[in-house]
T-cell receptor, first 114, second 111 residues
Framework: ETGVTQTPRHLVMGMTNKKSLKCEQH?????MYWYKQSAKKPLELMFV???????ENNSVPSRFSPECPNSSHLFLHLHTLQPEDSALYLC?????????????FGEGSRLTVL | GQQVMQIPQYQHVQEGEDFTTYCNSS?????IQWYKQRPGGHPVFLIQ?????EVKKQKRLTFQFGEAKKNSSLHITATQTTDVGTYFC???????????FGKGTLLTVNP
């Protein structure tokens, strides 16, 4: 139990599908993140939300659309993805302002795009 | 942007041997965080280093931050099979919200 829960854990989708990844944190944190982890690449920051406001969009293609309805929930909506988007998508949270900035990661959603 | 280089990319050791991974940058690092990711798992925070020359220990793990704050290292003494995984360093770049991760060092341990 990490305190950050991601669903689904595995997802296979075609390039024309629309799907969503969900993340929920039970730690009372104010900041939430989406990271992409591909083989042989560093963890790539995609989006940051602080107090439900998007503070970072790291030049992510518009086929990835984040949503943060409150400080505990974060979604990543997926639409017309490409095979190169196949990766492990990690959600993380942190306390926000102050603190060490330590990230608490969820177990990830393994996405395969056919 | 800030780049954090980690070496080696892979390290295979016999159980009981020591292991070190290095994190380097051409520019001054703000704060260094270290994470461990077990195979099939997710990154887990180990420690944060803030001060120049700082050294912190966690049992068999020793973390160092260089005097010029341009490098950091993680040293494991007498590795065990439970140490298997990928070790990442990350620089905060002065922000609590934008960690830049190295590519990681994959450690495998032969029992």
């Amino acid at each position: 139990e990490t305190g950050v829960t991601q669903t689904p854990r595995h997802l296979v989708m075609g390039m024309t599908n629309k799907k969503s990844l969900k993340c929920e944190q039970h730690l009372g944190h104010n900041a939430m993140y989406w990271y992409k982890q591909s083989a042989k690449k560093p963890l790539e920051l995609m989006f940051v939300y602080n107090f439900k406001e998007q503070t970072e969009n790291n030049s992510v293609p518009s086929r990835f659309s984040p949503e943060c309805p409150n400080s505990s929930h974060l979604f990543l909506h997926l639409h017309t993805l490409q095979p190169e988007d196949s990766a492990l998508y990690l959600c993380a949270s942190s306390p926000g302002t102050g603190g060490t900035g330590e990230l608490f990661f969820g177990e990830g959603s393994r996405l395969t795009v056919l | 942007g800030q780049q954090v280089m980690q070496i080696p990319q892979y390290q295979h050791v016999q159980e009981g041997e020591d292991f070190t991974t290095y994190c380097n940058s051409s520019t001054t690092l703000s704060n260094i965080q270290w994470y461990k990711q077990r195979p099939g798992g997710h990154p887990v925070f180990l420690i944060q280093l803030v001060k120049s020359g700082e050294v912190k220990k966690q049992k068999r793990l020793t973390f160092q931050f260089g005097e010029a704050k341009k490098n950091s290292s993680l040293h494991i003494t007498a590795t065990q099979t439970t140490d298997v995984g990928t070790y990442f360093c990350a620089d905060s770049g002065g922000s609590n919200y934008k960690l830049t991760f190295g590519k990681g060092t994959l450690l495998t341990v032969n029992p």
